[in-house]
C-alpha cells in the first residue's frame, strides 16, 4: 500500500515501535491518529508527526478499558471521516512464570494485548470494506510463535493476535482489504524497563527501532502478509511446528540451564 493520502490510526505511539511508525507514516503523507496513556509523550510524538502532516491527531486512550477503546475507535472515525490503516501496535510484556501468575493479570494482559485490538479492528474494518481499500497491521510477537518460557500470558495474547488478524485475512479476501502480522524477535525500546516484570535473560541482540520500522515501512509497501525480524526467527517457528514436543522439551533444557548459570 502507497501510505500518502491516507488516514492511519496507530496504537500505542508514546515511545517505542509505534512513536517511530507514526513519525514514518507521517512523513510517508498518511494523516496519522496515535494513542496511549501518557499524554506528555504523546504530546511529543503528535507534534513530530503534525510537520509533515497537519492534520495529525492524538488521544489518551487506555486500552484496558473496553469503553475507551469503542470510544476510541468512534472518535478517530468522527475526527477524520475515515481510517485507512489500522496499526494495533500498544503492548504490554508479562514475563512471569505460571506458578506466579494470576487470572486477573492473564485477563489485563489479554485486554491490552488481544481485546483492543480486536475490538478496534470489528469497529473500523467494516467501512475500508465499504470503500474497498484497507489495511489493518498487529504487532504480534515471536513469542506467539515460539512459546517463550515464562511468558504465558504475553505469548497467548500475541498468538490470539496473530490468528485474529489472520482469519481477518481470510474473511476478506478480494474485499481489498489487507492484514500483515509483524513478528519481532527483541527490539531496543523501553518494553523491557515496564514494572513488574521478571527480568529478560534470553541472549539475543536487540534490533534497533528504526531497522523495525524501515522493514514495516517496506512490508507494508510491499504488500506482504508477515514479517519476522531478523527472518531466522521464521526458520524457529517452523522448527517447532514440525516437532513440538522436541521444541518443549529443549525449551525447558535451555531454562534450566539458564538457572544453573550456564
Ligand atoms: N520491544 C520488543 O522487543 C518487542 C518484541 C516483540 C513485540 N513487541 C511489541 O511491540 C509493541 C510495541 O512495544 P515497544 O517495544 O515499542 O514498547 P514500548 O515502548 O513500551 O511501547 C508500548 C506502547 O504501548 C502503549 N500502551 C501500553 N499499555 C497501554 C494501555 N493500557 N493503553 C494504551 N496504550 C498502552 C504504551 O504507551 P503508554 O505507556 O503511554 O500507555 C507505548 O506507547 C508491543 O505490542 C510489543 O508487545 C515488542
Not at 508479562?94 to 469497529?123: G, I, M, S, W, Y
Amino acid at each position: 500500500m502507497d501510505l500518502a493520502g491516507k488516514v492511519a490510526l496507530i496504537t500505542g505511539a508514546s515511545s517505542g515501535i509505534g512513536a517511530t511508525l507514526a513519525e514514518r507514516f507521517a512523513a510517508a503523507g498518511a494523516t496519522v491518529g496515535i494513542c496511549a496513556r501518557r499524554a506528555d509523550r504523546l504530546a511529543d510524538v503528535r507534534s513530530r508527526c503534525l510537520a509533515h502532516a497537519p492534520r495529525s491527531r492524538s488521544w489518551v486512550c487506555d486500552l484496558a478499558d473496553p469503553d475507551q477503546v469503542e470510544r476510541l475507535a468512534a472518535e478517530a472515525l468522527g475526527a477524520f471521516g475515515r481510517v485507512d490503516v489500522l496499526v494495533n501496535n500498544a503492548g504490554i510484556p508479562k514475563r512471569r512464570h505460571v506458578l506466579a501468575l494470576d487470572a486477573a493479570t492473564v485477563e489485563t494482559v489479554l485486554q491490552v494485548n488481544f481485546l483492543a485490538p480486536a475490538r478496534l479492528t470489528l469497529a473500523l474494518v467494516p467501512q475500508m470494506v465499504e470503500r474497498g481499500d484497507g489495511l489493518v497491521v498487529s504487532v504480534s510477537s515471536v513469542a506467539a510463535t515460539l512459546s517463550s518460557p515464562g511468558e504465558a500470558a504475553y505469548a497467548a495474547s500475541k498468538a490470539a493476535l496473530s490468528v485474529f488478524t489472520e482469519v481477518t485475512a481470510v474473511d476478506l479476501w478480494n474485499t481489498g482489504v489487507r492484514t500483515l502480522v509483524v513478528y519481532p524477535g527483541v527490539v531496543d525500546t523501553e518494553l523491557f524497563d515496564v514494572p513488574d516484570n521478571d527480568p529478560f535473560t534470553a541472549p539475543v541482540t536487540p534490533v534497533t527501532v528504526d531497522e523495525l520500522a524501515d522493514a514495516v515501512m517496506g512490508a507494508i509497501a510491499a504488500d506482504a502478509r508477515e514479517l519476522y525480524l531478523p527472518a531466522f526467527f521464521k526458520d524457529l517457528a517452523a522448527g517447532k511446528a514440525a516437532d513440538v514436543p522436541r521444541f518443549l522439551e529443549g525449551s525447558a533444557a535451555f531454562v534450566r540451564q539458564q538457572g544453573a548459570g550456564g
